[in-house]
């Protein structure tokens, strides 16, 4: 069986900036993957490779068995993608934007009002299909995300900081109907997060990146016991990347967090 996500000395430059180099990686059919690492590591720039809006700049990969750098238009079909940024229109009810998804990705109108309510079932959120987005919790807000991305029954699911601003009942709301998808659907999902905890709670296996390097792979537990005894994934993370995860970034990703943060309630 192929691989879900397969990148083969993968790189992309900016000018003299190499932000991702040289990434050698597999994601298994059905498995969540985290792919973690300081701001500025090369993860956002990675899987905007993956999922076709950054051309790379050597090296190659595929995602559900498709190329991306010549198969786009079947890549897409094959993927769903929540970014960290709001992606539900908040005045519209969570049917009504499902709905708009379901157009853009061609489900036929014959089958579209069941798939709507299949998922909106799915990802508990049933009873408030009609009311408007913009009176849901940040936790309601991602799991219609989710429902989103969802809909057309994709085989490779990206998740940007699924749950950056939520708060500890939401973030475990969300952790809860990713490992339902994973259960249930067989679907492959490969998360960023900067919550050592969620992926712990989430992710077979972990990818670190520094520097636009893959430093490190493997289990969370495997990964802890190669560190030393009684290390934790967050102790793994320092010794890989020299990096303290409460530094925050720069400007703009405290910008863009906090934006997030409050548009999620």
């Known amino acids: 069986m192929p691989q879900a996500i397969q990148t083969n000395e993968l790189t ?33 720039t990675t899987i905007k490779m993956l999922i076709t809006l ?44 499902l709905a708009v998804s379901a157009r853009l990705y061609h489900i036929p109108g014959e089958v579209r009002r069941d798939r709507i309510d299949d998922s909106l079932a799915f990802m508990g959120l049933a009873d408030v299909g009609d009311n408007l987005v913009r009176t849901f919790s940040g936790g309601m807000i991602r799991r219609l995300e989710i429902a989103q991305a969802m809909l057309h029954r994709p085989e490779v699911l990206f998740l940007d900081e699924p749950t950056v601003g939520l708060d500890p009942v939401a973030r475990r709301a969300v952790w809860e109907h990713v490992r339902r998808l994973r259960d249930a659907e067989g679907t492959t999902i490969l998360l960023t997060t900067h919550y ?36 934790t994934l967050d102790d793994v993370f320092t010794h890989y990347t020299g990096s303290d995860l409460n530094e925050g970034g720069t400007y703009r990703d405290v910008a863009r967090t906090r934006r997030t943060a409050r548009r999620l309630g």
Do not use: W
Not at 71 to 94: E, F, K
Not at 206 to 211: P, R
């Open 196 to 231: 050592m905890d969620e992926a712990e709670e989430l992710c077979q296996r972990v990818g670190i990146m520094h520097l636009g390097r893959l430093v490190a792979l493997g289990t969370p537990a495997s990964l802890a016991a190669e560190v030393g005894p009684g290390a």
């Open 54 to 97: 950054l051309p790379p700049t050597s090296g190659s990969a595929t995602v559900a068995g498709y190329d991306v750098a010549t198969q786009q238009r079947l890549v897409r079909r094959a993927i769903g993608y929540v970014p960290q940024l709001l992606s539900s229109d908040g005045t519209l009810t969570a049917r009504e934007n």
């Open 12 to 44: 992309r430059r900016f000018g003299t900036v190499t932000a991702v180099h040289a990434l050698s990686l597999e994601v298994r059919p059905g498995e969540v993957f985290g792919l973690l690492g300081p701001n500025g590591a090369g993860k956002t």
